[in-house]
């Protein structure tokens, strides 16, 4: 594998169903980012991690939780959604410090 | 403060024309300017970047953009389009920011290839 993977590519779930997105860079970057990416609106960042610490939450709603166990990896856990939530979300990597940002395919998901 | 504005959200262009996606910033500090593609069902791809140095900054794909401060201005191009260059295309702007990188995006110019 190579670049930001993302999985599962597409998930439906129901509003009361706890599911978990997984995102993996192999780049060797040590800051990851959630996005989410909605019909009309622009890009909005979620969460940043650098070296495995948190270090932004855009007001994110507590149904959303972000976990990152090591610098490769990045969880968005997701429970009791509302269907406003179904959208695009994307994972990102860069070096810390660094310009660019490297994304991965995202997951399309939608809340029923 | 930083923000970024992509004039027409829409763009349709002829096969063989002229491709113009319009980008301008507003930064308090030099900025670092990116534009991305994205495909559909895709995430998003680095075209070019502009950190420092010369202001014309060829990317992949054909695509080049200019850097114009007095404008603040990071206009994207392509001489010839392409029926592949269908897809959105999103400027950001990017500060040295804490321990990590902060983007800040605009909303995007989807562009439509005629053939």
């Known amino acids: 594998e190579t670049g930001v993977t993302q999985t599962p590519r597409h998930l439906v779930m129901g509003m009361t169903n706890k599911k978990s997105l997984k995102c993996e860079q192999h780049?060797?970057?040590?800051?990851m980012y959630w996005y989410k990416q909605s019909a009309k609106k622009p890009l909005e960042l979620m969460f940043v991690?650098?070296?495995?610490?948190?270090?932004e939450n855009n007001s994110v709603p507590s149904r959303f939780s972000p976990e990152c166990p090591n610098s490769s990896h990045l969880f968005l856990h997701l429970h009791t959604l509302q269907p406003e939530d179904s959208a695009l979300y994307l994972c990102?990597?860069?070096?810390?410090?660094?310009?660019?940002?490297?994304f991965g395919p995202g997951t399309r998901l939608t809340v029923t | 403060a930083q923000s970024v504005t992509q004039l027409g959200s829409h763009v349709s262009v002829s096969e063989g024309a002229l491709v113009l996606l319009r980008c301008n910033y507003s930064?308090?500090?030099?900025?670092?300017l990116f534009w991305y593609v994205q495909y559909p069902n895709q995430g998003l791809q680095l075209l070019l970047k502009?950190?420092?140095?010369a202001t014309l900054v060829k990317g992949i794909n054909g695509f080049e953009a200019e850097f114009k401060k007095s404008e603040t201005s990071f206009h994207l191009t392509k001489p010839s389009a392409h029926m592949s260059d269908a897809a959105e295309y999103f400027c950001?702007?990017?500060?040295?920011w804490g321990a990590g990188n902060k983007l800040t995006f605009g909303g995007g110019t989807r562009v439509l290839v005629k053939p």
């Open positions: 990102a990597s860069s070096q810390k410090q660094g310009n660019e940002q490297y």
């Open positions: 780049l060797g970057h040590n800051a």
């Open positions: 991690y650098s070296l495995e610490e948190r270090v």
């Open positions: 930064s308090s500090v030099p900025p670092y």
């Open positions: 502009y950190t420092t140095g």
């Open positions: 950001a702007v990017s500060l040295e």
